[in-house]
């Protein structure tokens, strides 16, 4: 029976030995994921412990605001090293979190939400909070001091001029041109 313990003790030791080289290849293609913005493909059984990802129950995003939630899977996956996500990725984690969507199309409205707040800064075709990016959110208020300055060129509006609203003066120029042409008529 020694003999038996001793082969499955080695055998063992050469299925550690696999199992690393198997999670060597696997932390690859996680990193190559993670470079091309794509979520990690392979869970490592030796990370569980330091990764702060958890699985969502279903019900996190159940009846919360759409920024809040946003900004609570961007945190998560600032937390994993994925940095930001696009429109796409928040949307499959939203409804894995129980979000309901209201809307017809889902991705449009998650896209409105982020391009309106400020705490949300969009990175090539991806989205971060800004506070991952000090110097876009400087940027972003130096443009809009420009803009209150009325210093940045805005363009203009296309479309049909606004109507002339008539004012008091207007008023008052029409009132004297008519009772000019009556007192004109009346000298003749």
Not at 73 to 89: C, F, V
Request: some cysteine; glycine content about 6%; hydrophobic content about 25%.
């Amino acid at each position: 029976m020694n003999h038996i313990n001793k082969s499955i003790e080695e055998i063992e030791e050469q299925i550690q030995q696999k199992q690393k080289e198997l999670e060597g290849l696997q932390i690859t293609v996680n990193n190559l994921c993670k470079y091309i913005g794509i979520e990690p493909k392979y869970v490592i059984e030796s990370q569980i412990a330091t990764i702060t990802h958890r699985t969502l129950k279903g019900d996190e995003y159940f009846r919360r605001p759409t920024a809040t939630v946003i900004t609570m899977i961007l945190e998560n996956r600032k937390k994993q090293d994925l940095g930001p996500a696009s429109i796409d990725e928040i949307y499959k984690k939203m409804l894995e979190g129980g979000y309901v969507f209201k809307v017809k199309e889902p991705n449009k409205a998650i896209g409105t939400a982020l391009g309106k707040n400020q705490k949300f800064t969009k990175v090539g075709e991806k989205w971060g909070l800004s506070e991952w990016y000090p110097s876009a959110k400087e940027e972003r208020q130096q443009e809009e001091i420009k803009e209150e300055n009325g210093t940045v060129e805005t363009p203009k509006k296309r479309g049909r001029p606004p109507k002339k609203s008539q004012t008091q003066e207007t008023i008052n120029e029409e009132h004297q041109n008519q009772t000019e042409g009556t007192n004109k008529n009346e000298n003749k």
